[in-house]
């Protein structure tokens, strides 16, 4: 990616979760009411409580990006923590805005992986020419 | 509560903003200089600091300042009446500051720094949304 495309979509981003962040603040039971009723039976802990601590955790994400600090690591959490939420609240006419995020920020952290993670996936990935027939092989 | 937004909004902008130059003096590197090109002359020059802290230290304690007072304002942590003063007061005096540093790259430096400008328009808009909502 350009390196200010880069800039401008981790510094939207940042204001997106952070914004979330304070608004959850702002009312956590009414955020609470996007649960879907499985989801929320599951929670160990009342579903303010909750709320509160996803509220802090899209304001740990935001200010990671907005200070371009572990970028990748915000980013991969911050992917996780909107599928989590699109499993958790249904599909609603909003899910699309969800995915839009989604998609953001896994692009946002594919960009910004920092070399060693680069590294030690590729090393998982098999070499090429392993478990292949003499002929192919050859082609190499 | 919109108006709160984008000040919240301009703040984390402005964070974002001074943390790059920061950045950039620590490890001593010309910051890019889209527009303009004067961004080095300027920022080495002998009003980089007010007494012995550097402007983008000062930037970035504001929009930090800035961003959390809007989050309080929304949230409604109080006393209210006293953060909205605070907010109301700081950006004027960063709007007085900020015309203070323009002329400084008008007529004394004699260039323009991208992101000192950048920072002068984000604290004006900030003043103008206060202004603009105090008035509605």
């Known amino acids: 990616m350009k390196k200010t495309s880069f800039h401008f979509l981790r510094v939207g981003l940042a204001i997106t979760f952070l914004w979330i962040g304070v608004l959850i603040f702002k009312n956590p039971e009414a955020w609470g009411g996007y649960l879907q009723p499985w989801a929320a039976g599951l929670l160990p802990i009342p579903i303010a409580q909750a709320m509160i601590g996803t509220a802090i955790l899209d304001i740990t994400i935001g200010a990671f990006l907005l200070l371009d600090f572990l970028p990748w690591l915000a980013a991969f959490v911050g992917a996780i923590h909107i599928i989590i939420v699109l499993t958790t609240s249904g599909i609603t006419d909003i899910t699309v805005r969800d995915i839009g995020l989604l998609v953001a920020a896994l692009a946002l952290m594919i960009d910004s992986l920092p070399q060693w993670v680069l590294k030690w996936f590729i090393k998982k990935q098999p070499t090429p020419g392993m478990g292949q027939s003499p002929e192919i092989k050859n082609n190499y | ?136």
């Open chain 2, 1 to 136: 509560m919109t108006s709160y937004a984008l000040l919240f909004t301009l703040s984390a902008i402005g964070i974002s903003e001074t943390v790059y130059l920061i950045r950039a003096r620590i490890k001593s590197e010309k910051p890019v200089c889209p527009i303009g090109g004067g961004c080095a002359l300027v920022l080495t020059s002998k009003y980089n600091k007010i007494f012995i802290v550097p402007n983008d230290i000062l930037g970035l304690l504001f929009y930090v300042a800035a961003s959390f007072i809007s989050a309080f304002l929304v949230i409604g942590v109080g006393p209210l009446v006293f953060w909205y003063f605070i907010l109301k007061l700081s950006v004027a005096f960063g709007t007085i500051l900020s015309l203070f540093f323009t002329y400084l790259q008008w007529r004394v430096v004699h260039a323009w720094c991208f992101w000192c400008l950048m920072s002068a328009f984000t604290i004006w808009f900030m003043g103008t949304i206060i202004l603009v909502s105090s008035l509605i």
